[in-house]
């Protein structure tokens, strides 16, 4: 599970790796984020892809959905200019949100993991939170 926060992270700063100024705007970020975090949250021996019934490409597809959804519902509180700081406080949001609205879905389907690991997906996201907290 930190090798998916760690590589979460990556995605939320990897815009901005190549300079500690960088900035860029909402849309663009929003754009890169739909794009990118679906396939990490669902690539191999993620919590997602441990914890829910689905294929891999189900998994992008619902997760895909969901990133857009939480986009839309947080996106008059994201700024217009993201730099790596709030990059990362809102990246961890918006995977917040998609990670639970996910596994809401996988309860949904009867498509949840019954193991003892993906039992509370509670347990998630306060790993989330305390990633946010600390970025």
């Known amino acids: 599970m930190k090798t998916t ?3 979460i992270l990556f995605i939320f700063y990897a815009p901005y790796s190549y300079s500690a100024e960088a900035e ?5 970020w929003k754009q890169l984020m739909i794009m ?3 396939g ?3 690539s191999k021996n993620t919590y997602f892809s441990s914890c829910a019934e689905f294929t891999n490409d189900t998994c992008a597809k619902l997760m ?3 990133t857009e959804v939480c986009f839309n519902n947080l996106d008059s509180k994201i700024p217009n200019i ?4 709030s990059g990362a406080k809102w990246g961890g949001y918006i995977g ?3 990670g639970i609205a996910y596994m809401r879905t ?4 009867d498509k949840k993991s019954k193991l003892p690991s993906c039992i509370n997906y509670g347990v998630w996201v306060n790993t989330q939170k305390a990633s946010n907290e600390q970025g």
Do not use: G, H, M, Y
């Not at 860029?24 to 663009?28: F, H, L, R, V, Y």
């Open 64 to 66: 895909s959905r969901a």
């Open 40 to 42: 990490v949250l669902c």
């Open 106 to 109: 996988a309860t949904s389907f």
């Open 24 to 28: 860029t705007t909402k849309e663009i």
């Open 36 to 38: 990118q975090l679906p």
């Open 96 to 98: 917040e949100c998609a």
């Open 82 to 85: 993201i730099n790596k700081q």
């Open 5 to 7: 926060i760690f590589t």
